[in-house]
């Protein structure tokens, strides 16, 4: 395996049916960043259920405050951090056009300019992994991977992501986690 190869950057991370009980149980979480010093991704599929006007003290456009806040992990809670799009992005650093940001300053730059295909999301904290930690986590079959898209990131609804990867990957065990409730009770 190549050294590019055993890092996830630009991966989706899911729940492979081993977390049950924990933050990541049915979560998606794109990894933003992966190398020998650890890794740090966002969950994309849990919301703090709250806008983001209603958490965050800024003077931001409307089309920010009205956004849904998302819960990006359990590391540092009110570590803002973002994810945006737009149909070109020369200095994207997750996937060709979508980057990562944590600036305030870049932030209000990116709500106030205008462009009909620019999307933002909005986090909460993130999740991290100390070196050889996720590597470790990923030996233990505790996450199943699947290649992200800007379309999975910003056009599929959160609360169906983790169930539609899971029936896009296919096969029978994939398909019958993807039925699983959160709480085995319910079954």
């Not at 979508?98 to 600036?103: E, K, V």
């Not at 993130?126 to 996720?134: A, E, F, K, T």
Request: hydrophobic share 40%.
């Amino acid at each position: 395996m190549g050294e590019k190869n055993k890092f996830l950057h630009g991966q989706l991370l899911l729940d492979s049916g081993q977390l049950g009980g924990s933050f990541f149980q049915h979560t998606v979480v794109l990894i933003c960043q992966h190398n020998a010093e650890g890794a740090f991704g966002l969950v994309l599929n849990r919301t703090v259920g709250k806008t983001v006007g209603e958490m965050i003290v800024a003077d931001l456009p409307e089309t920010l405050k009205t956004a849904p806040l998302f819960l990006g992990g359990p590391v540092q809670p009110g570590a803002l951090s973002y994810l945006h799009t737009d149909s070109f992005i020369p200095d994207a650093d997750v996937l060709p056009n979508l980057a990562l940001g944590h600036s305030l300053d870049d932030l209000l730059e990116i709500g106030e300019s205008f462009s009909a295909t620019k999307k933002v999301r909005l986090f909460a904290g993130y999740s991290g992994w100390s070196p050889g930690q996720l590597e470790s986590e990923m030996k233990r079959k505790s996450w199943l991977t699947f290649p992200a898209s800007v379309e999975l990131v910003f056009e599929t609804p959160p609360e169906q992501l983790w169930q539609k990867i899971l029936r896009s990957k296919g096969g029978w065990k994939n398909k019958l986690l993807a039925q699983m409730p959160e709480d085995l009770s319910w079954n």
